[in-house]
């Protein structure tokens, strides 16, 4: 079974300023990719970044960008030049066999 | 090409009164996902249909809850009798495929209140 924990239930960053939401996880899937949604106050769940467990790379979309360590099973995202706009709660999920196991989120509050 | 979208967006019903929530998935998407968040927890898993099967129902808390997808299109989920602790957001959401690199395509969510 997957388990994905987000430790921060709130988090305070500074308008321009980059803030790191933390996320591990536990799987027995040899293969599993990890997902982060935004969900801002208004409800919907918005897709924002993707890493593959045999990507080479760390995954970057415009200013969000994941710090990917497999050994220690994290995937933290990393929001650059915090915007009021990025206040919402954030969660980190992994699916399997369709399925997906979602963390507790993290609430991300941006002060001006 | 439209998104996923749910109806009602909202629902306040009493308790002991039934709700059907709606979710249209994205056209074309065979797999079909009923999520809820209860008292700002975490989001669950409740069901998945590939087409008009279901194929993992694990997540249902209760014989209380109905999921249903004739044809293979649109899904209900049904709530009968509701009580309380049944009151969250509900989403929906649909992916082409299962593997760990399909995108789930979440919906806006219905947000039910039971009084």
């Known amino acids: 079974a997957q388990k994905i924990t987000q430790t921060q239930p709130g988090m305070f960053v500074q308008e321009k300023e980059a803030v790191t939401l933390d996320c591990t996880y536990d799987?027995?899937?040899?293969?599993?990719?990890l997902f982060w949604y935004k969900q801002p106050s208004s409800g919907e769940m918005i897709f924002l970044i993707y890493q593959g467990s045999y990507d080479q790379q760390n995954a970057t979309e415009g200013r969000y960008s994941l710090n990917f360590q497999k050994a220690r099973k994290s995937a933290n995202l990393v929001i650059s030049a915090s915007q009021l706009g990025d206040s919402a709660m954030y969660f980190c999920?992994?699916?399997?066999?369709?399925?997906?196991?979602f963390g507790d989120g993290t609430t991300l509050t941006v002060k001006p | 090409e439209a998104g996923v979208t749910q109806f009602p967006s909202h629902s306040v019903i009493e308790k002991g009164q039934t709700v059907t929530l709606r979710c249209d998935p994205i056209s074309g998407h065979d797999n079909l996902y009923w999520y809820r968040r209860v008292m700002g927890k975490e989001i669950k898993f409740l069901l998945h249909f590939v087409k008009e099967s279901k194929q993992d129902e694990s997540g249902m808390p209760n014989n209380r809850f109905l999921a249903e997808r004739t044809g293979g299109t649109y899904s209900t989920l049904k709530v009968q009798p509701a009580e309380l602790e049944d009151s969250g957001v509900y989403f929906c959401?649909?992916?082409?495929?299962?593997?760990?690199?399909?995108?789930?395509?979440f919906g806006p969510g219905t947000r039910l209140t039971v009084l």
């Open positions: 799987t027995s899937d040899p293969s599993y990719g």
């Open positions: 999920a992994m699916p399997s066999a369709g399925k997906s196991t």
């Open positions: 959401a649909s992916s082409q495929g299962v593997s760990h690199y399909n995108e789930q395509f």
